[in-house]
């Protein structure tokens, strides 16, 4: 970029007792221009999508609470990572945080990447993704199909520091999914996954959810739809699901920000070892610790009543969900609960729809498949199986 720089200022004379002006234009037209055009190929590809559905998940109508899912898995890149991955871009690129030629590197479960990887083609700049061995081979398949490069470490919780490492090494931008989701996101609207899903209610009987259920990985996800509802002055509730292995409950319940697990969460997509700094506790309304293996039942039970699969971080909500239901069915309150399904089941079959992968895990879905067959029956959850915190 050898961009004519301007003559630097008239430098006064000394001892004229004016102090000297200091000007330094770091003006790059080349870089500018390429900004530009990385900038609107981000925004053709917004304008390129179309919303996604929210489902109505038929339970019966005497019940008096309705239940819908916003099926984030139909965007271009499977699951509602591609929002965040746009924003990321968008607020990176804004920033002067990524340059022509240099490479966006990102610690992640597996489905930031993917979405990632997407944007940074798109743009044109290199992609590495620093992942959990334990990821899912399909999510690595994803990502080098998306033109991205995949760096695999032993230890989940060294993601972070491989991915600064590596920016370092080779003057690329660390994107910090973990810090940056919460800011990068445009909560107050913009079509956010918030704004959508009130326009989407609008015309159905129970127009203001009682309470939207979401789930974290980076926490941005509710901490969007927290703000929003806030902003919107709405009285809708947001409920947090939680796994098994993540600090986000026990941090949420203990006001203790430096919670910390031993094991990383089985769950793929949520659940961290730490408070992630992305996570709003204070927007939070409720949280919910759900097993994983009730998250796994609860996705099987989904492709029953939906005729489709989704991963299991999709089942950790939809339990919250089903228990929210069952307590608002037993107080008699009538209203409707939103859930996300968050990427599709395609890319766990191996995993949370293989009956080996629960075997090894020692994980028996049984008893909670049981359990939900009967709160389908009679809309009362009447088995135990998540901790329950409220704000
Ligand atoms: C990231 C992710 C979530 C949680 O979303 P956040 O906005 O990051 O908290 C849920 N499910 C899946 C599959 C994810 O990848």
Redesign the pocket.
Known sequence: MDTPKPAPSPVPPPGDGLVQVLDIDRSDHAYRRWLSTAVAKVHADANRSADTHLLSVPLPADWGVDLYLKDESTHPTG???HR?ARSLFLYALCNGWIRPGRPVIEAS????AVSEAYFARLIGVPFVAVMARGTVRAKVELIEFQGGRCHLVDNPSEVYEAAARLAEETGGHYMD?FTY?ERATDWRGNNNIAESIFRQMASERHPVPTWIV???????????LARYVRYAQATTGICVADPENSAFFPGWRDGDLGATTAAGSR????GRQRV?P??VPGAIDRMMRVPDAASVAAVRVLEKLLGRRA????GT?LWAAFRIISEMRESGERGSVVG?I??PGERYVEKYYADAWLREQGMDISPYLACLERFLQSGKLDCPGAESHRA
């Open positions: 699951s509602l990572k965040l479960s597996g489905s930031t999914q989701a979401a789930t974290a990985g980076t926490g941005g996800t509710s901490a969007t769950i793929e997509g949520i992630e992305s996570f991963g299991a971080s999709t909500g996300l968050c990427d």
